[in-house]
């Protein structure tokens, strides 16, 4: 079992930066594991990815300006997320997963979520 934990969210103006963490209960540096956000009203979208081998995949609406990492020795995963916009406010959630999804940003691949945390970008 793992246990996810985000923490980081908060509340900037279009233009800034945040970083997002993802800690979690057990030892994951063979996951995969992703960030997804839902905004109200819509749908939770994957946001970007990482596997065991730190290869990694963005949404075409976060390329340059999000960058996901994460550092083994500490079971964290984080999400640096700059040059941010209104349409960028959501709740974020970490995801993970052992085996390799064959969509990184479907939601049925991940079997262990986060509570998520909220970001909320004005303008």
């Known amino acids: 079992q793992v246990a996810l934990v985000e923490s980081g969210g908060g509340s900037v103006q279009a233009g800034g930066s945040l970083r997002l963490s993802c800690a979690a209960s057990?030892?994951?540096?063979?996951?995969?594991m992703a960030w997804f956000r839902q905004a109200p009203g819509k749908e939770r979208e994957g946001v970007a990815s990482?596997?065991?081998?730190?290869?990694?995949s963005y949404a075409d609406s976060v390329k340059g300006r999000f960058t996901i990492s994460k550092d083994n020795a500490k079971n964290t995963l984080y999400l640096q997320m700059n040059s941010l916009k209104p349409e960028d406010t959501a709740f974020y959630y970490c995801?993970?997963?052992?085996?390799?999804?064959?969509?990184?940003?479907?939601?049925?691949?991940?079997?262990?979520w986060g509570q998520g945390t909220q970001v909320t970008v004005s303008s």
């Open positions: 057990g030892y994951t540096y063979n996951y995969y």
């Open positions: 995801a993970a997963d052992l085996f390799r999804p064959d969509e990184p940003f479907l939601l049925i691949e991940y079997n262990y």
């Open positions: 990482i596997d065991s081998d730190s290869n990694t």
